[in-house]
């Protein structure tokens, strides 16, 4: 049996952070990383323009040989895994999977809320979508949620200019207008896997009272789980430890920026997705 890498996917640098929970939680598999950087950010874009970038990017994976795809990306796993599921991978690749970011959180945070008053950070696309109100609501019909945009937070991140006073600013501003809508909010679920990154800044400008939960640790927990309840996926994964990364942008500028998300140098490389 021929062995291949879980293939993990996002717009751009973001889904580096859940990348790196897996690679320590789960240092064993092999991964193949996609930013989707020439065409990101996905959060202002149409559901149907991410379900197309995603599903070439899910179709590029499968031609890699890859068995398993996460799409570490909230705006793809809101606006295109569902589709994706349900109508392209009968016919495309019945024996593969493509998971998303957001159902693991919504699993989870039943276990962290006493007031049963939640928070969604995220970007504006995956706010509109509604995903992590369905998901929530679903297995928890009991936790009231509220929800925010964020629209600056992902370009102060990839534009690293969050460490300043502009940068603060409209941190302190996001997480005072959720609070403000609903003030017994004892949990925040950081929906976009760029906002790891604000953490120091999120917590400064949030009540100690209030738990804030980022999404990176809490897939690597949830796909260790799911492998061991799907062996017949398990088996199908190599396990060398290596990791690939691909850009559809310049591989010099990814490179850079990816070690504000990894803490280490890598060498990327430039792929074109397939339509």
């Known amino acids: 049996m021929s062995k291949k890498p879980i293939g993990i996917f996002d717009s751009g640098y973001g889904g580096l952070t859940v990348l790196k929970s897996l690679t320590d939680q789960l240092p064993e598999y092999?991964?193949?990383y996609i930013g989707d950087?020439?065409?990101t950010p996905y959060g202002t874009r149409s559901f149907d323009v991410v379900y197309e970038y995603t599903l070439q990017a899910v179709k590029t994976f499968f031609e890699m040989g890859c068995e398993l795809v996460i799409l570490a990306c909230n705006t793809a796993s809101a606006k295109a895994l569902r589709n994706i599921?349900?109508?392209d991978l009968p016919r495309l690749a019945p024996n593969k999977r493509v998971l998303g970011v957001i159902r693991p959180s919504a699993e989870i945070v039943g276990t962290h809320t006493t007031s049963k008053h939640v928070g969604i950070l995220g970007t504006t696309g995956t706010v509109n979508s509604n995903s992590y109100v369905i998901e929530i609501n679903k297995l928890h019909p009991q936790i009231q949620i509220t929800q925010e945009a964020c629209p600056i937070w992902v370009p102060l991140v990839e534009n690293n200019q969050f460490d300043n006073e502009g940068g603060s600013y409209f941190v302190k501003h996001h997480i005072d207008n959720i609070l403000q809508k609903d003030s017994q909010i004892d949990t925040l679920i950081l929906g976009c896997t760029h906002y790891p990154i604000l953490i120091d800044l999120i917590k400064k400008h949030t009540p100690?009272?209030?738990?804030?939960l980022s999404q990176g640790e809490i897939v690597a927990a949830?796909?260790?789980?799911?492998?061991?309840r799907h062996p017949e996926i398990d088996v199908k994964c190599s396990k060398n430890g290596n990791t690939t990364y691909f850009t559809t942008d310049a591989p010099a500028a990814f490179d850079k920026n990816a070690k504000l998300f990894l803490g280490k140098i890598i060498q990327s490389k430039k792929i074109h997705l397939i339509d």
Do not use: G, M
């Open 208 to 212: 100690e009272n209030i738990t804030i």
């Open 30 to 32: 092999d991964y193949i």
């Open 37 to 39: 950087n020439a065409r």
């Open 85 to 87: 599921q349900q109508n």
């Open 222 to 228: 949830s796909l260790k789980d799911y492998l061991k």
